[in-house]
């Protein structure tokens, strides 16, 4: 059975070519001759092929039978009669399907979820409102409810007064963007805050409020959230609590109030727009395609925090312009104490904090302080934000600050890009709830008061092996001119590392040409110095000769929680969504 795509070619005639049927790759069809008799595959088999090959210890006969029971029942007209078993290509077929993805749909939540905050790296957006670039899309609550749904669980908020004075608007301020009211954003907030996951969410305020205006943001946010508010009082806290004890509840995370003014004039500075040059940067993950677009860098200007741009002191400077209340709602204190990057990374045993530092900030201050950082954050909570030259509303490596312990990521969500591929890929781990354990060695200090050295380098501690045996699905999911008005497409595959400098890499399969259903059948090796924070990076492009590559499909996955063996991947569009019907047929092993 075959299918005929037609391709126009010079007006005159029309070229034929046949769309094969994906089959077996020799690999697959070796592993089924081995697994079967007479050609086909009983409970028994499957199970020892589970157990063997795919590296399920635990499976048990039941869930091989479960599994062949599934794939009959979905591929009627290919099953063998009426008999429990799998000839080759439902066995092939099995493999291909959504039941048989490369992280686990049933482990769900797994990591020890009763540590402190500070212990976990965060789902975390920023400037969460905007609908597009930094300077004039709208503000709306339409990109904090997709956040939400997508698993974020740190939603920003710029608070500033209406036109009128009289109430609270939130607007990315000193911008043309189009503001959108406070109670809004709450109430969407408050709706969708738990949809993906049951986990807290951490609302952080970027206030520019008179004392007046600070007092009504208590009480709207008082009267929306009710007893899900968690607060603490006006004390710092000694130790953050865990995300288990916080379950459904929404936390305020802000700076102590300081007075209106200053923060005008200090974000006045902060957000224009030509305070900085605009350069290329080169690609976080190693060399790319062609038609991938740099990120836009500033220069060495050191930048503001724009998260503390009411001034650097974390005290109550004014005690005449707090409103009480307000302060009341804050259960995660952030600010910079004075003296630099030295007192700000200062432990303080009997209280608790979030510092906010740009990207830039942070990657001049990890070459000189890279282990002090480490130590601040096994107790308190870093908040890393793009610096504020990325008007297109990009974002950078999330690496830098993951490798030094900070929790709070900040990314533009609104967009799309490598960078932010690597942070969804990141936050499947974990059942997707958001909150994702640091690694051991990130939270540990030795007997002389050692901490984890991000600058050391460590020794390869174990090499992933991944083979791409075949692709399909584009010929369903795309139109059959998509790629090439005259032929069916060229496509290649590159699979890489997103992770700690000497991981880093990205590699690249033969193009296919003319193949709807590529079979490259190609093999590649990743040593890892640190697996507990890599990333598998995959992306599928379309070679185009005399234009830019066209785009095919891409996913991210935590190389953690991969699953042994032969599995079916599906991959997602630039924006993330998950496609159909395309899926690449790979396998992953740990040697």
Known sequence: MSKQTTYRVCFCFQRRFKLAISEAPPEIKALFDQYSENDVMTVDHLHRFLT???????????????????????????SIFHR??????????????????????????????SAPLSHYFIHTGHNSYLTGNQLSSDCSDVPIIQALHRGVRVIELDIWPNSTKDDVDVLHGGTLTTPVQLIKCLKSIKEHAFVAS?????????DHLTPDLQAKVAQLVTQTFGDMLFSP???CLK??????????????????????????????SENDPKSGKTQVDEEAWGQEVPDHKGAIVADDKDELDEDDSNGEEDNDKSPQ??????????????GKPKGGLVECLKVDPDKVRRLSLSEQQLEKASEVYAKEIVRFTQRNILRVYPKGIRVDSSNYNPMIGWSHGAQMVAFNMQGYGRSLWVMQGMFRANGGCGYVKKPDFLLKTGPHNEVFDPKYKLPVKTTLKVKVYVG?????????????????????????????????VMKKTKTLEDDWIPAWDEEFEFPLTVPELAVLRIEVHEYDMSEKDDFGGQTCLPVSELRKGIRAVPLHSRKG?????????????FV
Not at 321 to 334: M, Q, S, T
Not at 577 to 589: Q, T, W
Request: proline share 7%; net charge negative.
């Open 577 to 589: 969504e998950k496609y159909k019907s395309v899926k690449l047929l790979m396998h992953f092993e």
């Open 472 to 504: 399909e699905g584009w010929y369903y999911d795309f139109k059959h001119t998509h790629f090439d008005a005259y032929s069916p497409p060229d496509f290649y595959a590159r699979v890489g590392i997103a992770g700690v400098a000497a991981d880093s």
């Open 198 to 206: 049951e986990y807290p969410v951490v609302i952080t305020l970027e």
């Open 84 to 113: 429990k078993v799998l000839n080759l290509e439902t066995f092939f077929k099995y493999l291909f399907s959504d039941i048989n993805p490369p992280l686990s749909p049933s482990v769900g939540v797994h990591h020890d979820m």
């Open 239 to 268: 130790e953050f609590p865990s995300p288990e004890s916080l379950k459904k509840r929404i936390i305020i995370s802000t700076k102590p109030p300081q007075e209106y003014l200053e923060a005008k004039d200090a974000v006045k």
């Open 321 to 334: 312009h707090v409103a009480p209340e307000y302060k009341r709602l804050i259960a995660i204190h952030a």
């Open 52 to 78: 063997e090959v795919q590296k399920e210890e635990k499976a048990t006969k039941e869930e091989a039978q479960a599994t062949i029971d599934h794939c009959l029942r979905e591929l009627k007209h290919l």
């Open 233 to 235: 009082g006006s004390e």
